[in-house]
């Protein structure tokens, strides 16, 4: 049986100008485009062309973005998807991982012994210059000038001259996370993401023991809307107790060369709201900014608050909607032991008439399906949740929302779903698998399309691994992109269609004595990797 979250339907004290943003796109621009685009252009050209009917959704074809590693674990493991789209050159595409390349394989000296280096970035970037059909690995972002190491957590951002950014969280060298305090950089490309040479450190002196989320937008000033603003919001954590975690935001009116002192957005401590995670943030057509987070404390909910002054100020956060609770460590669904906190982290979009969409995913009766509201003035009010999207045997897990930036009609939903199993499943190999999945609304976010399944091969999470071997992982989230000339959603997600679970491993989990991952595994355990796709409708 199916059940509805509990929804709060309190009005928050949040305001905000509505703005409208209309732009002409040439013909001829379009066209080039799918020219370029080849095969994948199937159906664009019809969602582009007056008075022809829309043909049904196309999935694209998957594509691996991450190169092949054929090495152990930890090598192979990549997870934690960014996608950007090159408003200047819309074939142009930057994808950002956590990715393990630069770690050191598992040893075969020590059991289990597969720990990272703590000195080697783990934030790569990959490219595209024709839509996504092919992809370049860039490299890992180098903080070896500040004497630390990207811990990954990556998110991605254009401006409007084609520069693109990068945030990702950090830790001094030779120290593990959390044992030091962690830092937030963005680092800048001025070539389309092909390298990011020029970097800068945007959380200031505000440390937490593990900075954790970090989410990047740019947008215009509203007081200059010639001039691009960038802005970053993240999670500080405290280690709980009596300094509970904080939702920090820090603005650069200088194309990320400088930083302003980060504000806190989230409320003054208390023993009922000290989780707090997941924010996102994003910009308006008018330059209003909306950071929105989730608070898994107390009564679960999503909050949000808004500056119509370029991150100037903010408004006192409001809760938008009140979700069901997970746990408050993310309880994996039966059949699976990856980490599912992210299931519950909303995902923010915004229409080109400003119509603000958030999204997430809901847990009740061991089943998820994912949720959508709605607010058409500024989040002073919210619509009635929706499903945007249920499967009757599977459960949604990770979910990204994207509003078609040409029709304001339409909002694109992409998430990954698990098999359903008995509750108290134990995992295992086969015991579930997931897909990724495409949905829409047609009517501004009240009814929401029959699921579309985009991955072409099931993934078994059994052939991930946590770096510690202990439990399975695929990350906390995934990314949906809206192509800016319409009529496409582009995706990225970690799937593991390549990996090969490890009886060994299991066992292992199961409470038996640590393995050696290199004796005892296939060399494709752990491999996860970035898949990019999409669909034409």
Sequence with gaps: ???????????????????????????ATLLSAV??????????????????PIPAPTPLDNVQVNPTIDKYFLKNKQNEPALAQNP????????????????????????SKCSLSFTTSMSGFYTSFDGGRTWSFGGLIDLSGFGEYAFGDPSLAFDRQGNAYYATLAFPDNSPPGASPSDLFVARSTDGGSTFTSVSKASGNAQGIFDDKDSIAVGPDPGNPSQDNIYVAWTKLSGGGSHPNQILFARSTDGGATWDKPLQLSSADTT?????????????????VYVIWLNTKGTPGIFMTTSRDGGNSFLPPGKIITVAAVNDDGVPLSGTSFRQTGRLFPSLSIGPDGT??????SHTNNHADVWATSSTDGGITWSTPVKAGHLDNQSAFFASVSADPKNKDKVNVIFQAMDDVSSGTAPG???VHYDSFFTQSTDGGATFGTPVRISTMRSDPDGSSTNGLGQQFLGDYITAVSD????????????ARNASPCAVVDAYRAGATAPNVITQCPKAFGNTDIYFSGVNY
């Excluded at 509805?4 to 703005?19: H, P, V």
């Design 272 to 288: 009922a709201t000290t989780f707090r995670t997941g924010a996102a943030v994003k910009v308006g057509p008018d330059g209003t």
């Design 88 to 111: 200047k050159n819309p074939l142009n595409l930057v994808v950002g991982a956590n990715d393990s390349y630069g770690e050191p394989e598992c040893t075969d000296a020590t059991p």
């Design 484 to 495: 800016s000339q319409g009529g496409r959603v582009f995706a990225v997600w970690t799937d």
């Design 429 to 431: 190999v086969g015991v």
């Design 356 to 361: 603000l969409y958030v999204v997430w995913c």
């Design 35 to 52: 020219v370029a685009m080849g095969a994948w252009s199937a159906g664009q050209t019809s969602a582009i062309a007056q008075g022809v």
């Design 1 to 27: 049986m199916i059940a509805c979250s509990r929804i709060s339907s309190r009005r928050s004290s949040l305001q905000a100008k509505r703005g409208h943003k209309c732009r002409d796109v040439l013909r």
